[in-house]
């Protein structure tokens, strides 16, 4: 069935650290992804997103690039900041017709001054 | 970015009595809304998908008679949790879905934390 793998946290960078997220799916068709934030005591936002493969879904800095071969669709960015630090959370769709997300578990980040 | 409005934010209820919590989309028009459920440390798993005009549809597990759903409008749903129980603890996030931009994006209200005493 579908599913979504993420890196367990909590992840604790120091400010202008390289942060990646691993994130890798198993989906049937051809799904569209998400990556969304989740800030303490808050709703999720969208963070980026791409529709096919070797698209790059980027926005604030991180980055994401769909990979078909491998399923995945990791996040990154250069230089975290102490506002980075939040719930990240990979999504999925499945494609036309499907309005339904798959979601990680979500990793939290902690950056730390 | 699209703004979906959830209501309340908070809530402490006492075991036997009803809650309703309100998610509307403040500029578009939502078809489709969804209901998840968020416990601890976890990820969101999807309640029900809310389709304006018609019934929502649950997913497996989920009681319909325990967690009522209403989408009277496109720009509002609502969840009613029935008889609360402490079980029923939980931070419920909406969802709406915004059509125009053509891959059919959700926009997330900011959730409701619900304690049932």
């Known amino acids: 069935g579908n599913s979504v793998t993420q890196m367990e946290g909590p992840v604790t960078l120091s400010e202008e650290a390289f942060l990646t997220i691993n994130c890798t799916y198993t989906a049937t068709g051809y799904p569209s992804l998400f990556w969304y934030v989740q800030y303490p005591g808050e709703g999720l936002q969208l963070l980026l997103k791409?529709?096919?493969?070797?698209d790059k879904g980027s926005n604030k800095g991180f980055e994401a690039t769909y990979r078909k071969e491998t399923t995945s669709f990791h996040l990154e960015k250069g230089s975290v900041q102490v506002s980075d630090s939040a719930v990240y959370f990979c999504?999925?769709?499945?494609?036309?017709?499907?309005?339904?997300?798959?979601f990680g578990k979500g990793t939290k980040l902690s950056v730390i001054p | 970015g699209a703004v979906v409005s959830q209501h309340p934010s908070r809530v402490i209820c006492k075991s036997g009595t009803s809650v309703k919590i309100e998610c509307r989309s403040l500029?578009?028009?939502?078809?489709?809304m969804f209901w998840y459920r968020q416990f601890p440390k976890q990820s969101l798993m999807l309640m029900a998908t809310?389709?304006?005009?018609?019934?929502?549809?649950?997913e497996q597990g989920v009681e319909k008679d325990k967690f009522l759903i209403n989408h009277a409008s496109l720009t509002l749903s609502t969840l009613t949790v029935t008889s609360a129980h402490p079980e029923d603890s939980s931070f419920y996030i909406c969802s709406a879905r915004e059509p125009r931009q053509g891959i059919n994006i959700q926009y997330f209200g900011a959730g409701t934390r619900l304690s049932v005493l």
């Open positions: 500029d578009f028009q939502a078809t489709t």
């Open positions: 999504a999925f769709h499945s494609g036309a017709g499907s309005y339904q997300l798959t």
């Open positions: 791409a529709t096919k493969a070797d």
């Open positions: 809310s389709n304006e005009g018609s019934k929502a549809t649950y």
